[in-house]
């Protein structure tokens, strides 16, 4: 579905937002920093870039309609590899194109393997590629590619990942389900020659520990790890040649949300999650000092450390649009178009849930008076959480008069291991407990109007959204629910392979070995308490929350006559394209003000 492009003087500033350039931090080339791979808009929609940073040239490098997201750029900074999958279905294979080339131009197929889900790439000074590759028929595999041959290294029917391969090429690290849990992984390196084990690390039954990344000198065998031994995400150093591991304790609140090394291997660049802000740091190793080299408000999204000392990264908050900026603060790169319109801050608000303190992040128009309409957008993941950074969405609702609030349920990440592990006791209906502690505090407190309550999100959103429909069938006015689980069993059936194997994981098993567990979290089973009109996003191509497992639901709404309305658009799990970012927003909006009318602007 397309829209044309708005004149700016014309356009709803909701949509400028939509339609305002995007660019993600630069991954630069090892041996040529200068040289990067980006993803940014170009006409609509988010591609593959070329940048040279010396000549501060951003330069298309894919053009493809459903628009292209993943990409690594070489070494050498020679070529960009990036995944080349159908109508956003995620199954594909890597594709390699020279460094600056245009759309099109000199497109090869690197490594000439069969198109499969991706677990992962690593690319080598050497020209060695090593690819995870997951599919239904095998689970996971791990290939070496050198000299245009293959070799398999690994191969699990369980879920697996190619995190980093070390600068001399002698190791491979690796994350793995051979337990049967995905959510909580071990540990292994292997060598590059025979697949032969260097070193594991497993902390047993629900502690994950997993690779981050490996030292950036050759022969260096310390690997960075991230584990949770004292439930939260935290970091450790481990020399793969003798096992041993060195603690790294970090003077900072907040749980590891990402890290990596600086060039000279000598610290620690960490983003750190406190209460739904994410802040940066720099760990000096041999001090052993912690200190925070980001901006205090907001939160960072990703950061790299370059050659010079200096760190990329980008930054948003709920009120500023997002940008990439240097240490220093200044402005690195800035996408192609115009920048989004800001929005209003966001306010904490806790309330006292059956499982503990809730976090949610509210926004209120300017002047508004209470009780207003409410939107509560339920994050997708599960393993996720909200944060203070800026979203077109929730600034749309702003826009519309609405209250709108983000709810860090127990389930999200950046709370602690137990509080991300408690959506296990009865998935779906712990979740939903805590949005509505939340929601029952914004009405005590006279900001929201219990008779306006839309609940929504996407993925996992989409799924609370569908289920706290039929099991809190008098809490809520209208649901949104973008690319849901609708039909857990059906879900299952039809999903990717390492969604399946999530599933087991969170469940306990199949649901041909635990049942009753699948049908008590499916939405399918409580449609029939559904009375308020719902729509539903999906998305023809979705690997994650497939069409007929939606189809199945629908039809049970249609059965019973009650009011609700699809958009079926040609992508896959969300589009990379502001046309149809922009028509389903337009569709939301048009769906509330048919249904709900009170209390909306024009």
Known sequence: MSNPSPDPAAAPTWELRFRAGRVGVPQWALDAPDRCAVVATAS???????????????????????GTSGA???????????????????????????????????VTDPVDLPAAYSAGLALGRSGRA????????????????????ARTLYEHREDAWVADLSLDEE?????????????????????????????????????????VAFAPRPGDPRLLVEHERSGRAELLVLDVTDGSETPIALDAPGEVAGADWTTDAGALLVLLDHEARTRLYRHDLAAGTTTLVGPTTGSVGTASARPDGDVWFSWSSAAEPSAVR???????????????PGSV?????????????????????????????????????????DTDSFGAYPATWVDEGFAHVQVNYRGSTGYGSAWRDAIEERIGHVELADVAAVVDRLVADGIADPARLILGGASWGGFCTLLGLGIQPDRWALGLAGVPVADYVAAYE???????????????????????????????????????????????????CPIRQIENYVARLEERGLPHQVYRYDAGHGSLLDDERVAQMRTELEFVRRHLGAGTTD
Not at 190 to 210: M, N, W
């Open 44 to 66: 609509g929609a988010l591609e593959v870039h070329s940048y040279d940073v010396a000549a501060g040239e951003l330069r298309q490098l894919t053009a493809r309609p459903e």
């Open 72 to 106: 690594v750029v070489e070494p050498s900074g020679d070529g960009i590899w990036w995944f080349d999958d159908t109508a956003g279905d995620e199954h594909g294979r890597w594709r390699r194109q020279p460094f600056g080339a245009a759309p099109g131009e000199s």
């Open 130 to 149: 090593v690819v995870g590759l997951n599919d239904d028929g095998y689970g996971t595999r791990v290939v070496v590619v050198e000299g245009g041959q």
């Open 171 to 211: 190791w491979v690290a690796l994350s793995h389900s051979e337990h049967g849990d995905s959510r909580h992984p071990d540990l292994r390196v292997v060598r590059t020659t025979d697949g032969s084990t260097v070193v594991e690390l497993a902390d047993g039954p629900g502690k994950g520990v997993a690779p």
């Open 326 to 340: 240097r240490l220093d603060g200044s402005v690195l790169l800035t996408a192609p178009g115009h920048r989004a």
């Open 345 to 385: 801050p966001v306010h904490d608000v806790w309330a006292e849930g059956p499982g503990g303190r809730v976090h949610g992040l509210l926004r209120l128009p300017d002047g508004a008076d209470g009780p207003l309409p409410l939107v509560v957008e339920v994050h997708g993941g599960p393993t996720h959480h």
């Open 494 to 544: 039809d999903e990717m392979e390492g969604l399946k194997a999530f599933d087991r994981s969170l469940f306990g098993g199949s649901p041909e070995e635990v049942p009753e567990k699948y049908r008590d979290a499916s939405p399918l089973t409580y449609v029939d308490a559904v009375r308020v009109p719902v729509l539903i996003l999906a998305g023809e191509n979705d690997p994650r």
